[in-house]
């Protein structure tokens, strides 16, 4: 019913850039909070940002000042821009999303499948 479909991530250098974006699909009538998390191997998922529909931002400590998470609500989309990127930022990136599928402003919760960001030293 609802697809929400990853993209950005990549190889990079640390001090390098990289923006991701996640576009949902799909029965879309609204979106309320859109959020990306990240997961490295042998961690537990952990929130990275997230943006209400208004455009309020909250940001883990760990990405403060180096990440930015923006949305485009007419394209169904939320970004994130990552600056001056670290080895511990390696992980797989996921767009999570609360969608109302069906017109009845209920909101359920939504997940990509990952992108891959890998940064080297």
């Known amino acids: 019913q609802v697809q929400l479909l990853e993209s950005g991530g990549g190889l990079v250098q640390a001090g390098g850039s990289l923006r991701l974006s996640c576009v949902a699909s799909?029965?879309?009538?609204?979106?309320?909070?859109m959020a990306w998390y990240r997961q490295s191997p042998g961690k537990q998922r952990e929130l990275v940002a997230t943006?209400?529909?208004?455009?309020?931002?909250v940001y883990a400590d760990s990405v403060k000042g180096r990440c930015t998470i923006s949305r485009d609500n007419a394209k169904n989309t939320v970004y994130l821009h990552m600056d001056i990127l670290k080895p511990e930022d390696t992980a797989v990136y996921y767009c999570?999303?609360?969608?109302?599928?069906?017109?009845?402003?209920?909101?359920?919760?939504?997940w990509g499948q990952g992108t891959q960001v890998t940064v080297s030293s």
């Open positions: 799909g029965r879309v009538f609204g979106i309320n909070d």
């Open positions: 999570n999303a609360e969608v109302d599928n069906s017109g009845s402003t209920l909101y359920l919760e939504y």
């Open positions: 943006i209400s529909s208004g455009g309020n931002t």
